[in-house]
């Protein structure tokens, strides 16, 4: 079973730029699909990026595009997410997922994805 840890979390101003990582461990981990998600007080957890493991496609949901960048590096078994020009409704705790379909109309169902981290912390604030 795949497991995920995100780290790189943490308080920026507005404009601001971080970038966070997902390392994903155990059997066959490196051959998984990998999305971001983020969940703010009192909303629904939401889709932001995702990467396929064969050829690299990535989607982004329409609030990040221009400004978040996903990548991985196969060598490290981790995937990046790029986050620029950050505003306040960036504000979430995002969540790496794994085991899930990378394929238009179905990589931002939150419940297609079977494996999921803990979460990191990204505030933005002045």
């Known amino acids: 079973q795949v497991r995920l840890v995100e780290s790189g979390g943490g308080l920026v101003q507005p404009g601001g730029s971080l970038r966070l990582s997902c390392v994903a461990s155990?059997?066959?981990?490196?051959?998984?699909?990998i999305g971001w998600f983020r969940q703010a007080p009192g909303k629904e957890r939401e889709a932001v990026s995702c990467i396929r493991v064969n050829d690299g496609k990535t989607y982004y949901a329409d609030s990040v595009k221009g400004r978040f960048t996903i990548s991985r590096d196969n060598a490290k078994n981790t995937v990046y997410l790029q986050m620029n020009s950050l505003n306040q409704e960036d504000t979430a705790v995002y969540y790496c997922a794994a085991d899930g379909p990378a394929d238009d109309g179905w990589w931002d169902l939150v419940a297609q994805w079977g494996t999921w981290g803990r979460g990191t912390q990204v505030t933005v604030s002045s």
């Open positions: 155990g059997y066959e981990s490196e051959y998984y699909n």
